[in-house]
């Protein structure tokens, strides 16, 4: 599987292509509507476009408001997916100079761009986690923290019962078999997991 990368900053990259302007903004999202409010704020009401793409994991759209079809949203987006970004929206604004590109000049133009933005952001790896519960006896507890130490699985709750500590926390998808196998020797295969909402 290939590792996801998501924008730790906003960034921006200018450039100018032929005498026409390209200003890039990528931002960091997690919901197409928040997308949509990226648009709305960099917007340029003096610009003869403003191009944009997202991705939110299997959520996509491009727009290439006013260039030919094909040209400029989809590049953005190839950009997007080839440097295996998530949770991303990112606009190119163009400002026309006079000078016509072509349909191989704007995708290079947009695609470019918005690779190069991408490409000098700050980035960070995405983890992905799932939320998982179950109980342990209070003698086990402390086994299960020593060893999980080193997964970046940080608990969330304990609740303490009669017969045990129920406990929730976030854990790396990677790390989930070796935490059942954990579980089971140390419950002697009583204990059972549950997979919780997403965190």
Excluded at 10 to 16: D, G, M, V
Excluded at 37 to 45: H, I, R, W, Y
Excluded at 135 to 144: K, Y
């Amino acid at each position: 599987m290939t590792d996801l990368y998501q924008l730790t900053a906003p960034a921006t990259y200018s450039e100018e292509i032929k005498k026409s302007r390209f200003l890039v903004h990528a931002r960091s999202v997690s919901t197409p509507a928040q997308a949509l409010e990226v648009l709305q704020e960099v917007s340029d009401a003096t610009a003869n476009h403003d191009c944009w793409a997202y991705r939110i994991g299997q959520d996509y759209r491009f727009n290439d408001d006013g260039e030919p079809s094909g040209t400029a949203g989809k590049p953005i987006l190839a950009a997007i997916d080839g440097q295996q970004l998530d949770g991303v929206m990112v606009v190119v604004t163009r400002w026309f100079g006079g000078i016509k590109l072509g349909a191989g000049g704007l995708i290079r133009a947009y695609g470019g761009t918005a690779a190069e933005c991408l490409r000098r952001a700050d980035k960070q790896i995405v983890v992905p986690r799932v939320r998982l519960g179950f109980e342990i006896g209070f003698a086990e507890l402390h086994v299960l923290k020593a060893r999980i130490a080193d997964w970046d699985a940080p608990i969330e709750q304990e609740t303490y019962g009669a017969a045990g500590v129920e406990v929730t926390l976030a854990l790396p998808v990677r790390h989930r078999e070796a935490l059942e196998q954990l579980l089971a020797d140390l419950s002697r295969g009583a204990a059972s997991v549950r997979e919780l909402d997403a965190p």
